[in-house]
Protein backbone atom coordinates (compact mmCIF):
# COMPACT_ATOMS: atom_id res chain seq x y z
CA UNK A 1 0.00 0.00 0.00
CA UNK A 2 1.15 3.64 -0.53
CA UNK A 3 2.59 5.36 1.90
CA UNK A 4 3.68 8.64 3.29
CA UNK A 5 6.41 8.34 5.13
CA UNK A 6 6.91 12.14 7.06
CA UNK A 7 6.53 15.58 7.60
CA UNK A 8 9.71 17.09 5.57
CA UNK A 9 12.15 18.76 8.14
CA UNK A 10 14.02 21.24 6.97
CA UNK A 11 17.25 19.37 7.34
CA UNK A 12 15.80 16.93 5.51
CA UNK A 13 15.95 13.00 6.31
CA UNK A 14 19.28 11.86 6.09
CA UNK A 15 21.26 15.02 4.36
CA UNK A 16 22.10 18.05 6.22
CA UNK A 17 21.94 19.43 2.19
CA UNK A 18 18.90 18.73 1.29
CA UNK A 19 16.71 21.41 -0.40
CA UNK A 20 14.51 22.72 2.01
CA UNK A 21 17.63 22.88 3.99
CA UNK A 22 19.39 25.24 1.55
CA UNK A 23 16.11 27.33 1.12
CA UNK A 24 16.88 28.33 4.63
CA UNK A 25 19.93 28.64 5.29
CA UNK A 26 21.57 30.42 1.67
CA UNK A 27 18.22 31.44 -0.04
CA UNK A 28 16.19 33.35 2.87
CA UNK A 29 19.21 35.20 4.46
CA UNK A 30 19.78 36.72 0.60
CA UNK A 31 15.96 37.09 0.39
CA UNK A 32 16.63 39.27 3.55
CA UNK A 33 19.13 40.80 2.33
CA UNK A 34 17.73 42.15 -0.76
CA UNK A 35 14.92 43.06 1.46
CA UNK A 36 17.29 45.29 3.92
CA UNK A 37 18.73 46.86 1.09
CA UNK A 38 15.73 47.73 -0.98
CA UNK A 39 14.81 49.68 2.50
CA UNK A 40 18.10 51.79 2.65
CA UNK A 41 17.48 52.86 -1.18
CA UNK A 42 14.26 54.27 -0.28
CA UNK A 43 15.18 55.88 2.84
CA UNK A 44 15.10 59.48 0.84
CA UNK A 45 11.59 58.77 -0.17
CA UNK A 46 10.73 57.64 3.35
CA UNK A 47 11.77 61.02 4.72
CA UNK A 48 10.18 63.15 2.15
CA UNK A 49 6.51 61.69 2.64
CA UNK A 50 7.08 61.65 6.73
CA UNK A 51 10.07 63.18 7.73
CA UNK A 52 12.28 62.14 10.64
CA UNK A 53 9.69 59.78 11.49
CA UNK A 54 9.67 57.96 8.52
CA UNK A 55 13.94 57.53 8.59
CA UNK A 56 13.49 56.13 12.15
CA UNK A 57 10.75 53.70 10.90
CA UNK A 58 13.26 52.36 8.44
CA UNK A 59 15.73 52.16 10.94
CA UNK A 60 13.57 50.09 12.92
CA UNK A 61 12.51 47.60 10.25
CA UNK A 62 16.24 46.93 9.08
CA UNK A 63 16.81 46.01 12.20
CA UNK A 64 13.94 43.75 12.65
CA UNK A 65 14.94 42.11 9.75
CA UNK A 66 18.49 42.00 10.54
CA UNK A 67 17.56 40.18 13.59
CA UNK A 68 15.22 38.13 11.92
CA UNK A 69 17.76 37.05 9.55
CA UNK A 70 20.32 36.06 12.90
CA UNK A 71 17.89 33.82 14.06
CA UNK A 72 17.40 31.70 11.12
CA UNK A 73 20.90 31.26 10.16
CA UNK A 74 21.81 30.07 14.02
CA UNK A 75 18.95 28.18 13.88
CA UNK A 76 17.16 29.78 17.17
CA UNK A 77 13.80 28.75 18.29
CA UNK A 78 10.82 30.14 16.69
CA UNK A 79 9.12 32.90 18.77
CA UNK A 80 5.62 34.17 18.37
CA UNK A 81 4.05 37.01 16.70
CA UNK A 82 3.71 40.08 19.03
CA UNK A 83 2.18 42.59 16.70
CA UNK A 84 -1.82 42.27 16.25
CA UNK A 85 -2.71 41.49 12.67
CA UNK A 86 -5.87 39.88 11.02
CA UNK A 87 -3.72 36.31 11.70
CA UNK A 88 -1.76 36.32 14.65
CA UNK A 89 -3.89 34.81 16.70
CA UNK A 90 -4.01 31.74 14.16
CA UNK A 91 -0.10 32.03 13.42
CA UNK A 92 0.41 31.34 17.19
CA UNK A 93 -1.90 28.69 18.12
CA UNK A 94 -0.09 27.06 14.89
CA UNK A 95 3.07 27.92 16.76
CA UNK A 96 1.93 26.13 19.73
CA UNK A 97 0.33 22.93 17.88
CA UNK A 98 4.16 22.60 16.34
CA UNK A 99 5.63 22.89 20.02
CA UNK A 100 3.07 20.25 21.19
CA UNK A 101 4.53 18.06 18.55
CA UNK A 102 7.88 17.61 19.75
CA UNK A 103 5.82 15.89 23.04
CA UNK A 104 6.68 17.16 26.80
CA UNK A 105 10.13 18.00 26.18
CA UNK A 106 11.02 21.91 26.53
CA UNK A 107 12.75 21.49 23.13
CA UNK A 108 10.96 24.69 20.87
CA UNK A 109 10.53 24.41 16.82
CA UNK A 110 13.64 26.18 15.70
CA UNK A 111 14.30 26.91 11.96
CA UNK A 112 16.08 23.84 10.99
CA UNK A 113 14.11 21.29 12.88
CA UNK A 114 10.82 22.15 11.57
CA UNK A 115 8.62 21.11 8.84
CA UNK A 116 9.98 23.13 5.85
CA UNK A 117 6.33 24.22 4.79
CA UNK A 118 5.97 25.83 8.03
CA UNK A 119 9.50 27.71 8.33
CA UNK A 120 9.50 29.44 5.25
CA UNK A 121 5.64 30.50 5.63
CA UNK A 122 6.69 31.75 9.14
CA UNK A 123 9.25 33.64 7.55
CA UNK A 124 7.54 35.34 4.87
CA UNK A 125 4.95 35.74 7.73
CA UNK A 126 7.72 37.82 9.38
CA UNK A 127 9.29 39.70 6.79
CA UNK A 128 5.57 41.09 7.33
CA UNK A 129 5.93 41.41 10.95
CA UNK A 130 8.51 43.65 11.00
CA UNK A 131 7.10 45.98 8.56
CA UNK A 132 4.09 46.70 10.04
CA UNK A 133 5.38 46.90 13.35
CA UNK A 134 7.43 49.80 11.49
CA UNK A 135 4.94 52.75 11.39
CA UNK A 136 4.71 54.84 8.78
CA UNK A 137 5.94 52.32 6.42
CA UNK A 138 4.19 49.57 7.16
CA UNK A 139 2.32 49.62 4.02
CA UNK A 140 5.99 48.84 2.27
CA UNK A 141 5.96 46.18 0.30
CA UNK A 142 10.12 45.44 0.27
CA UNK A 143 9.38 43.28 -3.05
CA UNK A 144 7.42 45.81 -5.24
CA UNK A 145 10.73 46.38 -6.93
CA UNK A 146 11.47 43.26 -8.16
CA UNK A 147 7.79 42.11 -9.22
CA UNK A 148 8.13 45.57 -11.38
CA UNK A 149 11.26 44.43 -12.85
CA UNK A 150 10.12 41.04 -13.71
CA UNK A 151 7.21 42.50 -15.62
CA UNK A 152 9.46 45.33 -17.31
CA UNK A 153 12.19 42.61 -18.04
CA UNK A 154 9.38 40.35 -19.82
CA UNK A 155 7.97 43.15 -21.86
CA UNK A 156 9.04 41.65 -25.45
CA UNK A 157 7.10 38.28 -24.16
CA UNK A 158 4.06 40.37 -22.77
CA UNK A 159 3.58 41.98 -25.68
CA UNK A 160 3.88 38.90 -27.94
CA UNK A 161 1.05 37.00 -25.89
CA UNK A 162 -1.18 39.74 -25.33
CA UNK A 163 -0.82 40.55 -29.86
CA UNK A 164 -1.35 36.58 -30.11
CA UNK A 165 -4.41 36.91 -27.91
CA UNK A 166 -5.87 39.35 -29.61
CA UNK A 167 -5.20 37.69 -32.70
CA UNK A 168 -7.07 34.69 -31.36
CA UNK A 169 -10.17 37.09 -30.55
CA UNK A 170 -10.45 37.72 -34.10
CA UNK A 171 -10.72 34.75 -35.69
CA UNK A 172 -12.79 32.62 -32.95
CA UNK A 173 -15.75 32.75 -34.37
CA UNK A 174 -14.33 30.94 -37.06
CA UNK A 175 -12.84 28.28 -35.24
CA UNK A 176 -13.88 24.50 -35.53
CA UNK A 177 -14.20 22.35 -32.30
CA UNK A 178 -10.73 21.45 -32.35
CA UNK A 179 -8.49 24.15 -33.19
CA UNK A 180 -10.53 26.06 -30.62
CA UNK A 181 -9.35 22.88 -27.99
CA UNK A 182 -5.47 23.75 -29.56
CA UNK A 183 -5.66 27.54 -28.56
CA UNK A 184 -7.03 26.21 -25.14
CA UNK A 185 -4.02 23.71 -24.75
CA UNK A 186 -1.47 26.46 -25.51
CA UNK A 187 -3.09 29.00 -23.18
CA UNK A 188 -2.94 26.42 -20.52
CA UNK A 189 0.81 25.31 -21.08
CA UNK A 190 1.85 29.75 -21.40
CA UNK A 191 0.23 30.19 -18.23
CA UNK A 192 2.31 26.32 -16.91
CA UNK A 193 5.62 27.76 -18.04
CA UNK A 194 5.09 31.07 -16.79
CA UNK A 195 5.29 29.86 -13.31
CA UNK A 196 9.50 28.97 -14.10
CA UNK A 197 9.47 33.00 -13.10
CA UNK A 198 9.22 33.12 -9.55
CA UNK A 199 11.34 34.89 -7.54
CA UNK A 200 12.23 32.71 -4.47
CA UNK A 201 13.65 30.12 -6.09
CA UNK A 202 16.47 32.43 -7.19
CA UNK A 203 16.23 34.22 -4.23
CA UNK A 204 15.32 37.08 -5.02
CA UNK A 205 17.32 37.61 -8.20
CA UNK A 206 15.61 37.98 -11.55
CA UNK A 207 13.91 35.75 -13.31
CA UNK A 208 11.92 37.07 -16.23
CA UNK A 209 10.61 35.48 -19.52
CA UNK A 210 12.67 36.81 -22.36
CA UNK A 211 12.14 34.78 -25.43
CA UNK A 212 8.71 34.37 -26.97
CA UNK A 213 7.09 31.84 -25.07
CA UNK A 214 4.36 30.69 -27.91
CA UNK A 215 7.55 29.40 -29.99
CA UNK A 216 8.97 27.63 -27.32
CA UNK A 217 5.61 25.36 -26.76
CA UNK A 218 6.71 22.20 -28.81
CA UNK A 219 9.79 21.71 -27.26
CA UNK A 220 8.63 21.81 -23.65
CA UNK A 221 6.52 19.15 -23.76
CA UNK A 222 8.41 16.28 -23.34
CA UNK A 223 8.72 18.27 -20.01
CA UNK A 224 5.08 17.58 -19.00
CA UNK A 225 5.19 14.71 -16.44
CA UNK A 226 1.26 14.38 -16.00
CA UNK A 227 -0.88 15.96 -18.46
CA UNK A 228 -4.44 16.32 -17.62
CA UNK A 229 -5.31 18.63 -19.91
CA UNK A 230 -8.35 17.05 -21.89
CA UNK A 231 -10.12 16.54 -18.69
CA UNK A 232 -9.99 20.27 -18.49
CA UNK A 233 -11.61 20.53 -22.21
CA UNK A 234 -14.15 18.08 -21.57
CA UNK A 235 -15.18 19.41 -18.42
CA UNK A 236 -15.45 23.16 -19.33
CA UNK A 237 -16.72 21.98 -23.11
CA UNK A 238 -19.47 20.01 -21.65
CA UNK A 239 -20.36 23.26 -19.20
CA UNK A 240 -20.65 25.28 -22.56
CA UNK A 241 -22.91 22.94 -24.05
CA UNK A 242 -25.19 22.32 -21.15
CA UNK A 243 -25.31 26.30 -20.47
CA UNK A 244 -28.94 26.69 -21.18
CA UNK A 245 -29.53 24.85 -18.16
CA UNK A 246 -26.86 26.16 -16.11
CA UNK A 247 -26.52 29.91 -16.71
CA UNK A 248 -22.76 30.48 -14.90
CA UNK A 249 -19.53 28.76 -15.74
CA UNK A 250 -17.17 29.75 -12.92
CA UNK A 251 -13.53 29.39 -13.00
CA UNK A 252 -11.81 30.03 -9.82
CA UNK A 253 -7.28 30.51 -10.10
CA UNK A 254 -5.67 30.89 -6.97
CA UNK A 255 -3.26 32.58 -8.39
CA UNK A 256 0.75 32.53 -8.12
CA UNK A 257 3.39 34.81 -9.23
CA UNK A 258 2.94 38.38 -10.35
CA UNK A 259 4.88 39.75 -13.20
CA UNK A 260 4.85 37.35 -16.28
CA UNK A 261 3.57 34.81 -14.90
CA UNK A 262 0.38 36.85 -13.81
CA UNK A 263 -0.22 38.00 -17.36
CA UNK A 264 -0.23 34.39 -18.89
CA UNK A 265 -2.90 33.89 -16.10
CA UNK A 266 -4.52 36.74 -17.39
CA UNK A 267 -4.58 36.19 -20.61
CA UNK A 268 -5.92 32.58 -20.30
CA UNK A 269 -8.74 33.95 -18.29
CA UNK A 270 -9.75 36.30 -21.13
CA UNK A 271 -9.56 33.52 -23.58
CA UNK A 272 -12.13 31.58 -21.60
CA UNK A 273 -14.13 34.48 -21.39
CA UNK A 274 -14.32 35.06 -25.10
CA UNK A 275 -14.40 31.70 -26.01
CA UNK A 276 -17.26 31.04 -24.16
CA UNK A 277 -15.63 28.18 -21.90
CA UNK A 278 -16.17 30.53 -18.44
CA UNK A 279 -18.45 33.35 -18.11
CA UNK A 280 -17.09 34.41 -14.88
CA UNK A 281 -13.50 34.17 -13.57
CA UNK A 282 -12.50 34.86 -9.66
CA UNK A 283 -9.12 35.11 -8.78
CA UNK A 284 -7.00 35.01 -5.09
CA UNK A 285 -4.28 36.83 -4.41
CA UNK A 286 -1.73 36.99 -1.19
CA UNK A 287 -2.95 39.93 0.97
CA UNK A 288 0.87 40.02 1.90
CA UNK A 289 3.77 39.98 0.28
CA UNK A 290 4.91 37.06 -0.02
CA UNK A 291 7.53 33.79 -1.27
CA UNK A 292 8.61 36.96 -2.78
CA UNK A 293 6.49 37.46 -6.43
CA UNK A 294 3.39 36.35 -5.17
CA UNK A 295 0.74 38.78 -6.41
CA UNK A 296 -1.20 41.21 -4.09
CA UNK A 297 -4.04 43.64 -5.18
CA UNK A 298 -1.86 45.81 -5.63
CA UNK A 299 0.16 43.69 -7.80
CA UNK A 300 -2.86 42.54 -9.63
CA UNK A 301 -4.37 46.15 -10.59
CA UNK A 302 -0.60 47.18 -11.09
CA UNK A 303 -0.28 44.91 -14.20
CA UNK A 304 -3.47 45.61 -15.47
CA UNK A 305 -2.52 49.52 -15.45
CA UNK A 306 0.70 48.47 -17.08
CA UNK A 307 -0.63 46.63 -19.80
CA UNK A 308 -3.59 49.36 -20.49
CA UNK A 309 -0.60 51.85 -20.92
CA UNK A 310 1.95 50.17 -23.66
CA UNK A 311 2.57 51.86 -26.49
CA UNK A 312 0.94 48.64 -28.60
CA UNK A 313 -2.59 49.40 -29.56
CA UNK A 314 -3.23 45.75 -29.12
CA UNK A 315 -1.38 44.92 -25.94
CA UNK A 316 -2.96 48.15 -24.38
CA UNK A 317 -6.14 46.72 -25.89
CA UNK A 318 -6.10 44.01 -23.32
CA UNK A 319 -5.62 46.27 -20.30
CA UNK A 320 -8.69 47.75 -21.05
CA UNK A 321 -10.70 44.64 -21.76
CA UNK A 322 -9.15 43.79 -18.37
CA UNK A 323 -9.86 46.53 -16.47
CA UNK A 324 -13.61 46.41 -17.61
CA UNK A 325 -13.98 42.82 -16.62
CA UNK A 326 -13.38 43.80 -12.95
CA UNK A 327 -15.79 46.78 -13.15
CA UNK A 328 -18.39 44.46 -14.56
CA UNK A 329 -17.92 41.74 -12.00
CA UNK A 330 -16.77 39.41 -15.26
CA UNK A 331 -13.76 38.85 -13.25
CA UNK A 332 -13.70 39.20 -9.26
CA UNK A 333 -10.45 39.20 -6.78
CA UNK A 334 -11.06 37.49 -3.74
CA UNK A 335 -8.19 38.34 -1.00
CA UNK A 336 -8.09 35.94 2.39
CA UNK A 337 -5.52 35.64 4.80
CA UNK A 338 -5.60 31.79 4.88
CA UNK A 339 -3.77 31.95 1.46
CA UNK A 340 -0.44 33.71 3.77
CA UNK A 341 -1.19 31.27 6.90
CA UNK A 342 0.88 28.09 7.96
CA UNK A 343 -1.72 25.61 7.16
CA UNK A 344 -2.07 23.15 3.97
CA UNK A 345 -5.61 22.95 2.38
CA UNK A 346 -6.91 20.25 4.13
CA UNK A 347 -7.41 22.21 6.87
CA UNK A 348 -9.55 24.78 4.91
CA UNK A 349 -12.41 23.18 5.70
CA UNK A 350 -11.90 23.84 9.81
CA UNK A 351 -9.87 26.89 9.58
CA UNK A 352 -11.24 29.04 6.84
CA UNK A 353 -14.87 27.67 6.21
CA UNK A 354 -16.34 30.52 4.43
CA UNK A 355 -13.34 30.18 2.01
CA UNK A 356 -13.98 26.53 1.59
CA UNK A 357 -17.53 27.29 0.80
CA UNK A 358 -16.31 30.10 -1.97
CA UNK A 359 -14.44 27.70 -3.68
CA UNK A 360 -17.28 25.23 -4.04
CA UNK A 361 -19.22 27.56 -5.65
CA UNK A 362 -16.76 27.15 -8.86
CA UNK A 363 -17.12 24.60 -11.60
CA UNK A 364 -13.09 24.38 -11.92
CA UNK A 365 -10.42 25.96 -9.98
CA UNK A 366 -6.80 26.36 -10.88
CA UNK A 367 -4.25 26.44 -8.62
CA UNK A 368 -0.87 27.94 -9.57
CA UNK A 369 2.52 27.21 -8.95
CA UNK A 370 4.73 25.32 -6.46
CA UNK A 371 3.46 26.43 -3.51
CA UNK A 372 0.28 25.68 -3.66
CA UNK A 373 1.14 22.46 -4.57
CA UNK A 374 2.82 21.92 -1.24
CA UNK A 375 -0.29 22.84 0.15
CA UNK A 376 -2.66 21.18 -1.36
CA UNK A 377 -0.78 17.66 -0.92
CA UNK A 378 0.70 18.53 2.67
CA UNK A 379 4.23 18.93 1.63
CA UNK A 380 4.38 15.14 2.59
CA UNK A 381 7.09 12.58 1.40
CA UNK A 382 4.42 10.89 -0.49
CA UNK A 383 5.83 8.30 -2.65
CA UNK A 384 5.38 9.67 -6.66
CA UNK A 385 2.51 6.77 -7.20
CA UNK A 386 0.08 7.84 -4.21
CA UNK A 387 -3.07 8.87 -6.04
CA UNK A 388 -3.46 13.23 -6.22
CA UNK A 389 -6.75 12.51 -4.85
CA UNK A 390 -5.38 10.24 -1.69
CA UNK A 391 -2.72 13.10 -1.49
CA UNK A 392 -5.48 15.94 -1.50
CA UNK A 393 -6.49 14.22 2.11
CA UNK A 394 -9.95 15.19 2.01
CA UNK A 395 -9.81 18.60 0.09
CA UNK A 396 -12.39 18.39 -2.40
CA UNK A 397 -14.34 21.86 -2.74
CA UNK A 398 -14.90 21.42 -6.44
CA UNK A 399 -12.95 19.51 -9.33
CA UNK A 400 -9.47 21.32 -8.97
CA UNK A 401 -6.43 21.48 -11.17
CA UNK A 402 -2.74 22.16 -10.28
CA UNK A 403 -0.81 23.79 -12.97
CA UNK A 404 2.60 23.94 -11.60
CA UNK A 405 6.78 23.85 -12.02
CA UNK A 406 8.26 21.23 -9.89
CA UNK A 407 10.37 23.20 -7.44
CA UNK A 408 9.77 21.20 -4.18
CA UNK A 409 10.93 17.85 -3.56
CA UNK A 410 7.27 16.64 -3.61
CA UNK A 411 5.41 14.71 -6.51
CA UNK A 412 2.54 12.31 -6.38
CA UNK A 413 0.29 10.49 -9.59
CA UNK A 414 3.09 9.54 -11.47
CA UNK A 415 3.35 6.40 -13.68
CA UNK A 416 5.34 3.12 -11.80
CA UNK A 417 9.52 4.07 -12.50
CA UNK A 418 9.04 7.15 -13.82
CA UNK A 419 9.74 8.84 -10.36
CA UNK A 420 12.80 6.33 -10.45
CA UNK A 421 13.77 6.80 -13.91
CA UNK A 422 13.74 10.45 -13.33
CA UNK A 423 15.99 10.46 -10.08
CA UNK A 424 18.48 7.96 -12.19
CA UNK A 425 18.90 10.38 -15.46
CA UNK A 426 18.28 13.96 -13.73
CA UNK A 427 18.92 14.20 -10.00
CA UNK A 428 17.74 17.48 -9.57
CA UNK A 429 14.72 16.99 -11.51
CA UNK A 430 12.31 17.55 -8.66
CA UNK A 431 13.12 21.28 -7.84
CA UNK A 432 14.88 22.88 -10.91
CA UNK A 433 11.54 23.61 -12.45
CA UNK A 434 12.17 21.97 -15.62
CA UNK A 435 9.41 20.01 -15.55
CA UNK A 436 5.91 20.81 -15.00
CA UNK A 437 2.58 19.57 -14.38
CA UNK A 438 -1.29 19.83 -15.33
CA UNK A 439 -3.19 17.43 -12.24
CA UNK A 440 -6.42 17.09 -12.31
CA UNK A 441 -8.86 15.49 -9.44
CA UNK A 442 -12.65 15.79 -9.60
CA UNK A 443 -14.99 13.87 -10.99
CA UNK A 444 -14.81 12.18 -14.87
O1 LIG B 1 6.12 30.58 -6.91
P1 LIG B 1 5.98 29.11 -6.67
O2 LIG B 1 5.83 28.33 -7.92
O3 LIG B 1 4.93 28.78 -5.66
O4 LIG B 1 7.36 28.64 -6.10
C1 LIG B 1 7.83 28.95 -4.88
C2 LIG B 1 8.76 27.88 -4.57
O5 LIG B 1 10.05 28.37 -4.49
C3 LIG B 1 10.62 27.96 -3.31
O6 LIG B 1 10.54 29.02 -2.40
C4 LIG B 1 12.03 27.61 -3.49
O7 LIG B 1 12.61 27.57 -2.31
C5 LIG B 1 9.78 26.83 -2.85
O8 LIG B 1 9.81 26.75 -1.52
C6 LIG B 1 8.44 27.19 -3.30
O9 LIG B 1 7.65 26.08 -3.36
MN1 LIG C 1 5.19 32.16 -5.81
Known sequence: MFTCRAVHSVTGFCSCRSFAYLTIKDRLPQILTKAIDTLHRHKSEFFEKHGEKGMEAEKKAISLLSKLRNESQTDKPIIPFVEKFADTDIWNQYLEYQQSLLNDTDEKPRWFYSPWLFVECYAY??????????????????????????????LESITALCIHLQELMTTIEDLEENQLKNEFFKLLQISLWGNKCDLSLSGGETSSQKT????????????????????????????????????????????????????????????LLFSNLATEIHFYGKMIPWFVSDTTIHDFNWVIEQVKHCDHKWV?????????????????????????????????????????????????????GDLNYRKLTGDRKWEFTVPFHRALNGFHPAPLCSIRTLKAEIQVGLRPGQGEQLTASEPNWLTTGKYGIFQFDGPL
Request: charge should be negative.
Open 212 to 271: NIINTLEDLKPFILVNDMEHLWSLLSNCKKTREKVSVTRVDIVLDNSGFELVTDLVLADF
Open 316 to 368: SKCGVDWENYVKMGKWVYHDHIFWTGPHEFCAMFHVAPDLYAELQKAHLILFK
Open 125 to 154: RRIHEAVIQSPPIDDFDVFKEAKEQNFFES
